[in-house]
């Protein structure tokens, strides 16, 4: 046994804690520290008070804190965690959460130690032992600074569409008092862990699970014989194995061979490393180029590794190049690229009464999660309600399943609550990244640079299974063309399966990868025409009634992307005629899915005895802030007080409506919100009845529908960025972002998620990266490794938000959540080249190995 004082008690603990952040949580059940990569001490969350020096809890053993002094944010004065919080909450210092309590307790030491002579350089400083993925950090250092000047700040109560209030649950959120799947701890439950493939293409010839479950504390090893169901799920082709059985053949790093269920998480990844495989080795295919054309499948069970094809033309793209003043061509390269969201995944899953089963999932699309799983243990969906539990983060990389299957397969033959939470390298490993795509562009203009035609032929590293891949390529193949009217365009895309990891959803979905080939396209003719980054793009830019990208005409809320170009020109002018170097990117995204398919949302509204206003929709909230959203669209429409407003997603209605992706959640959440309301209204709100709402997209066609005029998308977000140099030295001195969104429902939180937007747009063009070697193996591991851009290095973000409402859209919004870095690689590609003469055609432009 250990001891120590913690937050004001004397305590014992077991010594076979890995670490404190395991005693912690594990042990004493203290969870606001989170642990999101122990035990590598990376991410801050975990963060502690030891002896009054803040430091990470998952790499310190027991051993190291035995007597000490240990303060959590449970043990600090509770004004002092009033006023942190308060100050985090209403300011938008947060989205998802994961990583503020961490946070939290760093402030809470420099406060302390440097009181009013805590500054915001200081605190940035401070927190490059911090990620926080969705924010920024601009926010979070506007509330220290107001923090360090003694400021008291209340909470701002939630308004109607388009005020500033206070996030929905932000205080809890801060405080870590707000429940992640982790923190949950029902009575009984038992943990799951996986054991994953050693090669990323072997035949599996034997997989002995003996030595495993002799380990004491084992309860049961899984493998693919215990499926009673469907072994392959997904969320368009079933292609994914949620096992990979003896006479099977892995297809990449991140497929499961078994799971192990034990007493406790220590005792089950133990076990999992006992379970013995062997192979026989194969190749692996790790070359999207090579294995377009390759003769042996990729993936076992497949045929062919060409995941999807999307193409179309448009003009005489031929005879436009030819008459063309000017031409460029040049083969752009971005690169793979992790989430790297906070919240490793974590399933946690319950046997309930009636023979039924509750999983909590932080996944994307509950509805999705419950419908695979119940194909996988061959049982009716409405067996299983699935919780949605808001994440610590997703960005795309939680839609696909992670370890929902194998977990409620534990708990489904074993009658008990199982919980499976990966390590960040199991994530790393198992979870779809950002496709990388090879980009091989032509694009010309006449002598006054007006845009003549466009050909782009696309090849996307997809890895083994399908995820959204297809659909990634198709929606790079559609934006090919960005927010500019080309009379001419042909343009083909493949996805391309692999044994690299595999790739799917992410922030921008294709269309950030497209445009920074079209905007370095952009910038290179203005210069063979003489005029500037701002004029080629002015005198391109798709207008109301033009013809668009694979044929659409656009409707009068592309109005928006002329107005985000002419509200950027004076801060461009300003510094162009400072002498700073500087790039301009303008881009467009669409908003929903689109491409024909028909999307249906829902939304229940209930008013119950003791005044509370339920209000179900389906969307997961990863901070983005859709449950705020919907807060806000019932006091718009109901005229009720906020505090009475709870929000839930479960599957107890059939509301789903698929991934929570594409920027759709703000948009049609309050559609489907809204119409609930006024069935309400309608009826006089009666206590007891569920008023339903629906909002829906049945007009789009898709790319190849052979439709002369297909609308490809309902709606489209625009953006335009100014990346500004200095010269002497190459830093980023700032970033202006200009974003027409429509209708702002909350303008703090959009104007946040824009600034978290661009931190992450800076790391795609810049520093992050994520590659794999020959072998299908990636090469790093740790988050430190992954290049994200630190608190101290973010340049001043400036957001100017611009509200060109889009017809048919509830309140004319159109999103913003991926269109954040949509522009933001073209603008810093052409700033380095207006510092050292250079065009950039590879992303990440300033890796360093």
């Avoid at 205080?171 to 429940?179: I, T, V």
Wanted: with cysteine.
């Amino acid at each position: 046994m250990v001891s120590f004082i913690l937050n004001g008690s004397e305590v014992s603990v077991g010594g076979e804690h890995p670490h404190l952040l395991a005693a912690l949580r594990e042990e004493l059940g203290v969870c606001s520290p989170k642990d999101g990569c122990s035990p590598s001490g990376q991410c801050g969350c975990c963060t502690v008070l030891v002896d009054g020096k803040a430091v990470v809890s998952c790499n310190l053993s027991l051993q190291k804190v035995a007597g000490t002094v240990i303060t959590t944010l449970e043990g600090l004065p509770e004004a002092e965690r009033d006023r942190m919080a308060c100050a985090f909450a209403a300011t938008g210092a947060l989205q998802c959460g994961f990583c503020t309590p961490g946070i939290l307790m760093r402030v809470a030491s420099l406060l302390e130690r440097k009181g009013a002579d805590l500054d915001r350089d200081t605190a940035a400083r401070h927190l490059g032992a911090h990620l926080c993925r969705c924010t920024g950090y601009v926010k979070i250092l506007d509330a220290v600074e107001l923090l360090a000047k003694g400021e008291t700040l209340e909470l701002e109560p939630l308004g109607g569409v388009g005020t500033s209030g206070s996030k929905y649950q932000g205080f809890e959120l801060a405080l870590g008092e707000k429940p992640y799947v982790d923190d949950m701890r029902p009575p009984g439950v038992l943990h799951g862990a996986v054991r994953l493939a050693d090669h990323a293409r072997a035949d599996v010839l034997k997989i002995d699970t003996s030595a495993a479950e002799a380990v004491p504390g084992v309860v049961r090893v899984l493998t693919a014989a215990d499926v009673p169901g469907k072994l392959r799920v997904g969320l368009i082709h079933k292609d994914w194995p949620v096992f990979i059985p003896e006479g099977g053949r892995t297809s990449y790093l991140g497929d499961v061979l078994a799971f192990v269920v034990a007493k406790d998480r220590v005792t089950a990844r133990r076990a999992a490393e006992l379970v013995e495989v062997e192979y026989r080795v194969l190749r692996t295919l790790a070359d999207a180029v090579e294995a377009l054309t390759d003769d042996e499948d990729a993936v076992w069970g497949l045929d062919g590794n060409v995941l999807s094809r999307s193409a179309y033309t448009r003009g005489d793209v031929d005879s436009a190049l030819d008459a063309s003043a000017h031409v460029m061509h040049d083969v752009f390269q971005t690169q793979r690229i992790e989430h790297a969201f906070l919240e490793p995944e974590s399933t946690l899953v319950v046997p309930g009464p009636d023979d039924k089963f509750i999983m909590y999932s932080g996944g994307q699309g509950v509805w999705d999660d419950r419908d695979q799983v119940a194909s996988v243990l061959d049982i009716d969906p409405q067996r299983i309600t699935a919780e949605q539990v808001a994440n610590g983060g997703a960005f795309g990389g939680k839609e696909d399943m992670a370890n929902q299957a194998q977990t409620a397969l534990a708990a489904f033959l074993l009658g008990a609550p199982v919980k499976c939470t990966l390590s960040r390298e199991e994530s790393l490993l198992i979870h779809p990244k950002r496709h990388p795509i090879r980009i091989d562009l032509t694009v010309g203009c006449d002598d006054e640079g007006r845009l003549t035609g466009l050909r782009a032929r696309m090849i996307g590293d997809s890895g083994p299974y399908a995820s959204v891949g297809m659909k990634v390529l198709e929606r790079s193949a559609g934006h090919a063309s960005g927010p500019y009217h080309v009379p001419a365009i042909d343009v083909e895309s493949f996805a391309v399966r692999t044994n690299n990891s595999v790739c799917g959803a992410f922030r921008g979905f294709g269309a950030n990868q497209a445009q920074f080939a079209r905007e370095g396209a952009l910038d290179r003719l203005a210069a063979e025409v003489g005029i500037s980054g701002w004029e080629i793009r002015h005198r391109n830019v798709i207008k109301p009634g033009e013809v668009w990208g694979p044929g659409q005409v656009m409707d009068d809320g592309c109005r928006g992307a002329q107005r985000c170009l002419e509200s950027i020109k004076p801060a461009y002018d300003t510094a162009v005629a400072a002498g700073s170097a500087v790039g301009l990117g303008l881009g467009l995204k669409n908003s929903g899915l689109g491409n024909g398919f028909l999307e249906i949302v829902r939304a229940v509204v209930r008013f119950q005895p003791d005044g509370t206003v339920e209000v179900r929709h389906c969307w997961t909230e990863m901070g983005q802030g859709v449950h705020t959203v919907a807060v806000q669209v019932a006091v718009e429409e109901l005229g009720v007080d906020p505090a009475r407003v709870r929000v839930f997603v479960d599957t107890t209605r059939e509301l789903g409506a698929g991934q929570t992706t594409g920027s759709r959640g703000t948009l049609m959440g309050a559609g489907a919100v809204a119409e609930a309301c006024r069935a309400a209204k309608e009826d006089g709100c009666r206590i007891g009845v569920d008023y339903p709402g629906e909002y829906r997209v049945d007009w789009t066609s898709s790319i190849e529908s052979g439709v002369e005029n297909p609308v490809i998308h309902s709606a489209f977000g625009y953006a335009a960025q100014l990346v500004v140099l200095d010269r002497a030295t190459g830093a980023i001195q700032r970033v202006v972002a200009v974003h027409d969104v429509g209708r702002a429902v909350n303008p703090q939180q959009c104007v946040g998620q824009i600034e978290g937007a661009v931190h992450m747009g800076l790391g795609y063009a810049l520093t992050e990266d994520f590659p794999c070697d020959a072998d299908g193996r990636p090469t790093l591991d740790t988050l430190r490794g992954l290049g994200i851009i630190r608190a101290k290095d973010v340049p001043p973000i400036e957001v100017v938000l611009v509200e060109e409402p889009q017809p048919r859209a509830p309140y004319g919004i159109k999103g913003v959540g991926e269109i954040g870095l949509v522009p933001t690689a073209g603008a810093v590609a052409a700033a380095l080249h207006d510092l050292d003469g250079e065009w950039r055609t590879a992303l990440p432009m300033r890796r360093t190995r």
